[in-house]
């Protein structure tokens, strides 16, 4: 299992599997506390925006998010020739903690373990991308700070421009798909549903 494990559900630029790693890396931890931790993120956050997305798009966003934050660590490593495995949810998560903070940046934030200490989800927003650029500058290696920042810049960029772009006009695009597995039906490339 440690060999499967290693080749899909890691993102390694340098590995044979390039393609199903960006989103399986997605759904892997290193250790407990590692997921327990994203998890906790993700929880606080979930309830804000999936009630600004709905259940179907926030499934959508957050499955692309893990594909693009990955393709940006591929690139950062590309770049910077540091071949690394790396894993975890951060990349996702980190667009909807930046599509939360970017719709709401009023919003009052807390640190679990200081919650004396509150600060604007904008603020917030803005602390995280400085510590990630800072981190892929100069090249800290605690967390995946390209996968990271990727994601963030990734929830700012839907919340901003792409549900616009992409949800509210993706109806040619499944008309387009419906009309060619109708297509590959009749053709008995397939089955009728």
């Given at each position: 299992m440690r060999r499967i494990m290693f080749t899909?559900?890691?993102?390694?630029?340098?590995?044979?599997a390039l393609c199903s790693p960006m989103l399986l890396s997605t759904f892997s931890h290193f250790s407990l506390f590692h997921m327990a931790a994203n998890m906790y993120v993700l929880w606080s956050f979930s309830s804000s925006i999936v009630s600004l997305l709905g259940c179907e798009q926030f499934i959508a966003v957050y499955l692309s998010a893990g594909v693009v934050s990955t393709f940006v660590s591929y690139v950062a490593k590309m770049a910077t020739g540091?071949?690394?495995p790396s894993l975890g949810a951060s990349g996702a998560i980190m667009t909807v903690l930046a599509a939360v903070c970017t719709?709401?940046?009023?919003a009052k934030l807390a640190i679990i373990f200081l919650p004396m200490f509150t600060f604007t989800a904008g603020n917030a927003l803005?602390?995280?991308i400085a510590f990630d650029t800072a981190g892929l500058a100069l090249g800290w290696r605690f967390f995946d700070h390209a996968a990271h920042l990727g994601g963030a810049l990734f929830g700012m960029w839907y919340v901003t421009y792409g549900h616009e772009?992409?949800?509210k006009n993706r109806e040619p695009l499944v008309k387009a798909w419906h009309e060619m597995r109708t297509k590959n039906t009749g053709k008995g490339?397939?089955?009728?549903?």
């Open positions: 899909y559900f890691t993102s390694d630029p340098s590995s044979r540091k071949f690394e719709t709401m940046p009023e803005k602390a995280i772009l992409i949800w490339g397939g089955r009728s549903n």
